[in-house]
């Protein structure tokens, strides 16, 4: 076996993570390989609607890194346009009660202090937004900032933007370490990738990878459903969802959860989420999500109730106990670099975690304070 | 020749229905689509993206291409649809829903 | 309503079935998405139309008479317009009712009989997507229950052993056939005589019909392009090498206004796959009882392999048997179907035969231009699909689908998926199709809000938003 080199940087994870750390480092000047046990694509970031928002996070190191995120989006948007379905749509969050409407007002104040654009919207004015919307709701806010991708191509897209060597169908068993305990790569099921920096982005499976490289890194499963519909014309012009998602997304029950987020999109069919429920990876089909999800939605858009789903399909949200990723080095082993955890926003932050991890690689000081996304914050378990 | 001739088919009496605003004639038990390929008619919409002119694929349900609007109710399956007296067929254009 | 075996599909399978179960005491009911039983082999013309000699020259008519009249002397319920778009675990089998389609019903069963059929492969090629291109299956579908035809000149092409009876079935109904245009090699019949023997007759018949039509049989050869500006005017048909390769030169045109085009047939299997049944292929996998591995799952028919009617008729006796057995906990003593499975052991030795006989062109996919549309719901062309195999590193179907939208489409790339995965040049895949038809998002919110209304003793509607916050459930 050759001691020399294989690349710069292994990234482990060819989902949206994985594609933007590999675009950044390699804009760096780091010669880049990714691996992934999969294809392209073929976890959460094939599962998931690809939102790029500020709408659903409170203020804290997580908007912060979406704050980032968004202006990288913005800047890749002018480069690949439409190859990667980038559309400014624009986030419409809608409370149902006066009571919600209230609390949705603290919300974006605070949003507001912490860079966020935010719209109050009046009751009688909604429909000049959403035209469809049902009536009797009692308000909402508009975020222009919020946009959204296809994400399957924006993986790809940035991947062979990237210029970084893809290994597909490739599981990563283990990693190289050098006399010092220093890491050297990764050991595959197809040979060694030798590099002195590795990247987990591997989503839902990087506590897998973290375990396989020593280290403890609690990522669960977070599954969720999305229905797909026929093919509409633009009619839901935002991202539009009732404002009890932002509790269900910060919840930690492991019960099933909806609360209904509707867009349309470029290609025409209408996506329908969200669920959240902690029940492994099952991927079978839970009628009692998609009909919650149903139901949801044609109550925020009644003329839905006539449109028919083409499919459903689920997928694991990669989720850490305090609902924030884990980026960056990993003081436990040196060498090796955590890029995941990021629960449903993975698309939205990749970007920014990508711009971190390549300021990281290259001996930068990062842009955000990484402190609350540190991968040894959470205790080993005790056994 | 008529296939009803070879089947030794005896059906009810006509009705008529209209393609496009066009009346056309069907007998009891034909579908839509049947309805319209005995008028002549092989395409009934166009496709979203090409506007390409779509008719029977499958014949059996399961391609979708077939779709046409059916007392304004757009997306149905002409090979499924039983034709009823007074229908109005309209050629379907894209999604079938108006913009 | 509950019944103690549900019957999905009024086909052969399922009608031998469901029958077979009923004799020895179970209630039986059989849902069905048409208006009539029979399925696609005993489609039979919609009453409206009086048809006093239904039959197509392929169907001598006995088989359907036997069913049809044990059907009316049975206790089985028949639910015909029942369209079955899932099957719970429990069991319930959810379907919606009519051509409508915009309401669901609910059937309880201790068992689930899978009788889903099979449906038309059609391999992509220039001008496929013209008004006047028909699956060959479909051009039967629309002669045998509307007794139409789509015009007055058609060439029948692909491969496969539907495409005789179509061909003679439209010139019975006074369609011109030019040409019958099949793919396979003459060749391989004669390297399968022995398993092919027991239908020759069969096969003599339909050749003195195409003869007495008129129809030229244009064996090795394949339809090249489709041509037409709005609708089909015209086909050019070339001649296969031995390697499955177009030989040039040999193009020559064909005027007419109809093409019946079929490559095969695929099983229907999203009801199975939901259920978590495991397949074999392309096909669910069973065993000697015809149980599937899901417990209280049995299949039968094209839906386990595509196999024709009589092997459908067998596989449904057994089945039938096994599940009256089974749901009265004992075990089947499967000498009292020797017949039936010796029938069976047969008819898959020969349905493996013609699978080795009937082929497409070896080389079909390279033979597809970029340009040609190959996902016709999303009009994703071979060309974006070559791209995402070849520059976005989509090795696999599903990676390719997420990448060209190829079987995103109404169809649920039930029509692509073969081609698809041939084009791009990766093995096929199951797709996982939840939802086994279209479903209206107000059947579902319905349904959501009915279970919460039971589940609640207030009766507060689900869907509706209180006041009261989200509820957190325990942590």
């Known amino acids: 076996m050759s001691d020399s080199l294989t690349c710069d940087v292994v990234i482990v994870g060819a989902g949206m993570t994985g594609a933007a750390c590999a675009l950044y480092a390699s804009r760096a000047g780091l010669d880049v390989v990714v691996v992934d046990r999969g294809p392209v694509a073929g976890g959460t970031t094939g599962a998931g609607e690809g939102n790029l928002l500020v709408s659903d996070k409170e203020p804290g190191p997580e908007l912060d890194l979406a704050l980032l995120s968004l202006r990288r989006w913005g800047e890749l948007a002018g480069e690949l346009g439409d190859r990667i379905e980038y559309e400014a749509k624009g986030g419409l969050v809608v409370a149902t009660t006066p009571g919600r409407l209230t609390a949705l007002r603290h919300l974006a104040v605070a949003q507001r ?47 062979r933007a990237s210029a970084a060597r893809l290994l597909t169908g490739r599981t990563v068993t283990g990693v190289l370490r050098g006399t010092d305990g220093a890491l050297r790569g990764v050991r595959t099921d197809r040979g060694d990738l030798r590099a002195p920096a590795v990247v987990n982005a591997a989503g839902t499976w990087g506590g897998e990878v973290a375990a396989r490289a020593g280290v403890h890194l609690p990522v669960l499963p977070r599954r969720g459903f999305v229905l797909v519909t026929e093919p509409l014309p633009p009619r839901i012009r935002h991202k539009v969802y009732a404002a009890d998602y932002v509790a269900d997304v910060a919840s930690d029950s492991a019960a099933l959860q909806t609360s209904p987020v509707v867009e349309g999109t470029a290609a025409g069919p209408i996506l329908i989420g969200a669920s959240r429920e902690r029940v492994g990876f099952d991927r079978s089909l839970s009628l009692p999500a998609v009909r919650a999800l149903a139901a949801g939605a044609t109550s925020l858009f009644p003329f839905l109730a006539q449109v028919r789903a083409l499919r459903t399909y689920a997928g694991f949200r990669p989720y850490l106990p305090d609902h924030l990723p ?15 955890g990021h629960e449903g926003a993975g698309i939205g932050l990749a970007t920014g975690t990508g711009h971190l991890i ?16 540190r991968p040894d914050r959470f205790p080993p378990e005790a056994r | ?39 002549g008619a092989t395409s009934w919409r166009t496709t979203r993206r090409a506007g390409r002119p779509r008719g029977v694929f499958c014949g059996i349900g399961v391609c979708f291409d077939c779709l046409v609007t059916v007392n304004g109710s757009p997306n149905q399956r002409a090979c499924l649809v039983p034709a009823r007296p007074g229908d109005v067929v309209r050629t379907q254009e894209g999604t079938g829903h108006e913009d | 309503m509950r019944t103690d075996l549900a019957v999905i599909g009024a086909g052969p399978a399922g009608l ?42 392929h169907d001598r008519g006995r088989g359907w008479r036997w069913l049809r009249d044990a059907l009316a002397a049975s206790d089985v319920t028949v639910l015909t317009d029942h369209h079955v778009w899932v099957v719970e675990h429990g069991f319930t089998v959810h379907a919606l009712l009519g051509p409508e389609q915009r309401e669901s019903v609910a059937v309880r069963a201790e ?34 229950g509307g007794l139409v035809v789509p015009g007055r000149r058609a060439v029948v092409a692909g491969t496969g052993p539907l495409l005789l009876p179509v061909a003679t079935g439209l010139a019975a109904a006074g369609v011109v056939v030019p040409a019958l245009v099949e793919a396979a090699d003459p060749a391989a019949f004669l390297r399968h005589r022995r398993a092919l023997a027991a239908k020759l007759p069969e096969g003599a018949g339909y050749a003195a019909r195409l003869l007495r039509h008129r129809v030229r049989f244009l064996a090795r050869h394949t339809v090249v392009r489709a041509h037409g500006g709005r609708a089909l005017t015209g086909v050019t048909v070339a001649a296969l090498d031995s390697g499955g390769h177009v030989r040039p030169g040999t193009g020559r045109y064909i005027p007419c206004d109809t093409l019946a085009v079929g490559h095969g047939m695929v099983p229907h299997t999203d009801l199975a796959e939901t259920l978590g049944c495991r397949l074999a292929g392309a096909a669910v996998r069973v065993d000697d009882e015809q149980r599937t591995d899901v417990p209280g799952v049995w299949a039968a028919g094209e839906a386990t392999g595509i196999g024709g009617a009589a092997l459908a008729l067998a596989e449904g006796h057994i089945a039938g048997r096994s599940v009256a057995a089974r749901l009265r906990g004992t075990a089947p003593d499967p000498s009292t179907w020797a017949r039936a499975a010796g029938t069976r052991a047969r008819l898959r030795e020969f349905a493996r035969a013609l699978d080795a006989v009937y082929a497409p062109p070896a080389h079909w996919a390279e033979q597809v231009p970029d340009g040609t549309v190959v996902c016709r719901c999303e009009e994703v062309t071979a060309g974006a699909v070559r791209e995402a195999a070849r520059d976005l590193g989509a090795g696999d179907p599903r990676t390719v689908k997420l990448l060209t939208r190829a079987g995103m489409g109404w169809c649920q790339g039930r029509m692509c998926a073969p081609a698809v995965a ?12 939840p939802f086994a038809r279209p479903v209206p998002l107000g059947v579902l919110a319905r349904q959501h809000r009915d279970a919460t209304a039971t589940d609640d003793a207030t009766g507060e509607g689900a869907g509706e938003a209180t006041d009261e916050g989200t509820e957190e459930g325990p942590s």
């Open chain 1, 113 to 159: 202090a912490a860079g966020v654009e935010t719209v109050d919207v009046t009751a009688d004015r909604l429909r000049d937004l959403e035209p469809h919307l049902a009536p009797g709701l009692a308000g909402a806010v508009h975020y222009p900032q919020d946009a959204q991708v296809m994400p399957a191509l924006a993986a790809a897209h940035l991947l």
């Open chain 1, 358 to 373: 390549a300021q990281v690689l290259s001996g930068k000081e990062p842009d955000l304070d990484l402190t609350p996304f």
């Open chain 2, 1 to 39: 020749m008529n296939p009803q001739e070879p089947a030794r088919a005896r059906p009810g009496p006509a009705f008529t229905l209209t393609f496009d605003g066009r009346e056309i004639a069907a007998v009891p038990g034909q579908t839509v689509a049947a309805a319209l390929w005995a008028a």
């Open chain 1, 326 to 340: 884990a980026i960056g080095p990993d003081p436990r082993l040196p060498g090796l670099h955590h890029a995941c």
């Open chain 3, 422 to 433: 041939g084009i791009a040049g990766c093995e096929p895949a199951p797709s996982r199709r």
């Open chain 3, 16 to 57: 031998a079935a469901a029958l077979a179960a009923a004799a020895r005491g179970l209630r039986v009911t059989v849902l069905d998405s048409a208006p009539a039983p029979g399925g696609q082999f005993h489609r039979q013309p919609a009453p409206g139309l009086a048809a006093h000699r239904p039959r197509l020259p």
């Open chain 3, 111 to 144: 068992a689930v009989l899978l009788a889903t059929g099979g449906y038309e492969k059609v391999l992509p090629f220039p001008g496929w997507t013209l008004p006047g291109v028909v699956a060959a299956g479909g051009a039967q579908a629309m002669l045998k």
